[in-house]
């Protein structure tokens, strides 16, 4: 189920502050019967028309972003900073992102116009493995990387187990380059883990999500999915 102004906006109909206009002004009917509250959900087997026109479903689709530092995970930003789908400027259909990656992390970013895909990849019950890898500020200790693994508290409950790698350290700068690999989605939550135990984060990319990489891409750079991957992300979603 979607909310009628985002399936409206989605049919390309109109941006999804207009389509709420045109909600309001009575103009949209779900079924042959006008709705003129917002809150209104409808799913795929529900007939919208809007000026007595039936809307067109726009065609799914999904892409693989390997965002760069310095953009935002966001459709619009009122300060004008570059956001994810400034790098989208030749598709018509209107993608947003599945999660998000904060401002200054890099890495693998999926983008689609589907939103019962999004929901059912970002549904915390569906446990997606992410990797991602960490540069930190000292050198965490074994004990340390340990109590990661377990699962810590934060100020939102403790986190799931997880899994780390040291990949190397720098004695002389006191920096450590460590995987983690995680299967919640909470705002901010690698930063957060690292920094319970006393390192921040320096620098942070997500290398993988699933079964996808970023092999043969490179910052900036956007491949769409196959149709195998689509539904293999399903699958694992729903397994
Ligand atoms: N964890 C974070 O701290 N930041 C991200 O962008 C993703 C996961």
């Keep these: 189920m979607e909310r009628l102004q985002k399936v409206i906006a989605h049919a390309g109909v109109a941006s999804r502050r207009k389509a709420e206009e045109l909600i309001l002004q009575g103009k949209v009917k779900v079924n042959g019967k006008v709705v003129k509250e917002l809150g209104v959900k409808v799913s795929p087997s529900d007939k919208v028309e809007v000026n007595e026109i039936p809307i067109e479903k726009e065609e799914p689709v999904y892409f693989l972003f390997y965002k760069p530092r310095g953009v935002l995970s966001s459709v619009r930003d009122d300060k004008k900073r570059k956001v994810v789908t400034d790098f989208f400027p ?45 540069k930190t500020k000292g050198i965490p200790s074994k004990e340390k990387l340990k109590s990661l693994e377990k699962g810590i508290h ?79 992300l399903r699958a694992l979603a729903q397994k």
Excluded: C, W
């Design 154 to 232: 934060l100020e939102d409950g403790k986190t799931a187990p997880a899994k780390t790698k040291l990949l190397s350290l720098d004695k002389r700068k006191q920096t450590a380059i460590i995987e983690i690999t995680i299967h919640e989605g909470r705002n901010r939550q690698v930063r957060r883990m690292f920094e319970a135990i006393g390192h921040s984060v320096l620098k942070l990319k997500r290398e993988r999500y699933g079964f996808l990489t970023l092999q043969g891409l490179k910052a900036g750079d956007i491949r769409e999915l196959t149709p195998h991957e689509v539904k293999q």
């Design 90 to 134: 030749d598709i018509k259909q209107r993608v947003y992102p599945v999660g998000r990656l904060d401002y200054d992390t890099s890495g693998l970013l999926l983008l689609t116009n589907d939103g019962e895909f999004a929901n059912l990849l970002m549904h915390p019950r569906n446990e997606i493995e992410k990797v991602y890898v960490a």
